[in-house]
């Protein structure tokens, strides 16, 4: 497909073997919804200083249980003070039985235990700092530390899925606004990434092992050079892709993707990959911003193949899990300005998927976007 149609229609998932209806007639219709409230006006440093300094991630501050986050300078790591998954620990102290299944005595009503670790990893000692407006190597040491923390738990192989996350302001849920991620170590492969562990082990095995982000990566890369203007690819760096997915659920969705190698967990990355990564990573977010000229808010996950395999304890990961390769996902709700979001609702919610905008035209948007970030144009 050379052109993109502007007619309606159905575009493939091939991770979640699912189908989203693509609509780009829609795109123009009148919006008489929710408006978002707008946060392009910038705080004077006055307001600033006292945000920061009843921030409980802020160096200093209390947080709701009583600690103190300590001072730290760059990336600070904590257990999650309001954990959803329940630690060894928890259990060991808990009166409750610990469920660990019960498919067989009644499917209708299985449960298991919900084991693992949370942790909140902090990026940056400012408040307002957002990975947008850090500096290359401040980004760098994020990624040095979500390549520490993924090392840990593949030594330990004691959960099964590390989930790195970040949500990033209110439209997404956020409770706090200072730039920060979460970390869910899970003692079980969640849901939806067992679905993509099985549509990515069936690619591989029906495309001579070769995994299936890595063919598409390749095979994005051809079609941007075939046909520029209509390519899907935000970003090309040496290492890097940066792009809006085919299959896109949101109307600025995007993935980023190693274009040279395969690569299973973050902490495979050599020094070079993960300095062109801290680039490419800022410069998209750079973007997002541009865009309508706001702080995006979106929320963004780190895949990585699973930490252990739950049949065989003493499996090698890498040929158990050589059909993965390693990818981020950013999911931003905005859809045309700042304040107007998509919802999931209705037919999306009982049936099936569906976006306005063409997938190409958001890259197209993206791409051309001013690089230098809108609050540091006039400086």
């Avoid at 690619?203 to 070769?210: C, D, E, G, K, R």
């Amino acid at each position: 497909m050379n052109n993109p149609p502007t007619y309606g229609h159905r575009r493939y998932n091939p991770l979640l073997d699912e189908w989203i209806i693509v609509s780009p007639q829609r795109i123009q219709r009148p919006w008489e919804g929710q408006i978002e409230s707008d946060n392009r006006k910038s705080m004077t440093a006055e307001q600033s200083v006292t945000k920061d300094a009843k921030n409980p991630l802020s160096p200093g501050c209390v947080r709701a249980n009583g600690v103190v986050t300590p001072d730290y300078e760059c990336v600070y790591t904590f257990i999650n003070d309001f954990p959803a998954l329940v630690s060894d620990e928890d259990y060991r102290k808990s009166n409750d039985p610990i469920i660990f299944n019960t498919v067989d005595e009644n499917p209708l009503f299985a449960s298991s235990s919900a084991r693992g670790d949370c942790l909140v990893t902090c990026f940056h000692p400012d408040s307002h700092k957002t990975l947008a407006l850090m500096e290359e190597h401040e980004v760098l040491s994020v990624i040095a530390e979500w390549c520490r923390i993924t090392e840990t738990y593949l030594k330990e192989r004691s959960h099964q899925w590390v989930q790195i996350f970040e949500n990033r302001g209110a439209a997404v849920g956020s409770s706090n606004m200072h730039p920060h991620c979460q970390i869910w170590a899970c003692g079980f492969l969640p849901s939806l990434i067992s679905r993509r562990d099985k549509n990515q082990r069936n690619y591989a095995l029906q495309h001579s092992n070769v995994p299936l982000l890595f063919d598409y990566a390749m095979q994005e890369e051809a079609k941007m050079n075939n046909n520029p203007s209509n390519s899907r690819v935000i970003i090309c760096s040496n290492h890097w892709l940066a792009l809006v997915p085919w299959w896109a659920c949101w109307p600025f969705e995007t993935m980023i993707l190693p274009r040279k190698r395969h690569i299973l967990w973050l902490n495979e990355l050599t020094d070079e990959e993960r300095r062109d990564l801290a680039g490419v990573m800022k410069q998209l977010l750079i973007r997002y911003d541009n865009l309508f000229n706001t702080e995006f808010p979106y929320s963004m996950g780190w895949y990585q193949a699973p930490m252990y395999s739950e049949v065989n304890f003493c499996e090698d990961l890498k040929e158990k899990y050589k059909h993965w390769q390693l990818h981020a996902v950013y999911l931003p709700p905005l859809l045309r300005s700042a304040t107007v979001k998509k919802f999931m609702s209705g037919f999306e919610l009982l049936a099936e998927a569906q976006r306005d905008l063409l997938p190409e035209t958001a890259a197209k948007m993206l791409r051309e976007t001013n690089s230098i970030h809108y609050t540091k144009r006039n400086l």
